[in-house]
């Protein structure tokens, strides 16, 4: 029993907006680090990344406030509303 409850919080823990979070961190330090070489155009990476870090954040922080425990919703959650988001932002260039 004891293992099962190890494994649910883990997955609570990296629920796929934290890992969006993780993915927009390393393209933040992708971007930095090549700033010198891309003659300062990879600092649109950071422009971009920068709020899709903290709409990712913010959706992580209200579906671990609503589903405390229900590690099951809150993959459903943000999965549901990470497809909607980006939906919506690709019928916006379409």
Same mark, same amino acid.
């Given at each position: 029993m004891k293992e099962?409850?190890?494994k649910r919080n883990w997955l609570r823990i990296l629920s796929p907006a934290v890992l969006?979070?993780?993915l927009c961190v390393i393209g933040i330090i992708i971007s930095f680090v090549g700033l010198e070489t891309s003659g300062g155009w990879s600092f649109l990476g950071v422009i971009i990344l920068?709020? #899709? &870090?903290?709409i990712l954040l913010a959706i992580d922080f209200i579906a671990k406030l609503i589903?405390?425990?229900?590690?099951?919703f809150i993959w459903?959650?943000?999965?549901?509303v990470l497809v909607l988001?980006? #939906? &919506?932002?690709?019928?916006?260039?379409?």
């Open positions: 099962n409850v190890v969006g979070i993780v920068a709020p #899709v &870090f903290g589903f405390k425990h229900k590690t099951l459903i959650v943000e999965l549901l988001v980006y #939906v &919506f932002w690709i019928s916006t260039f379409i």
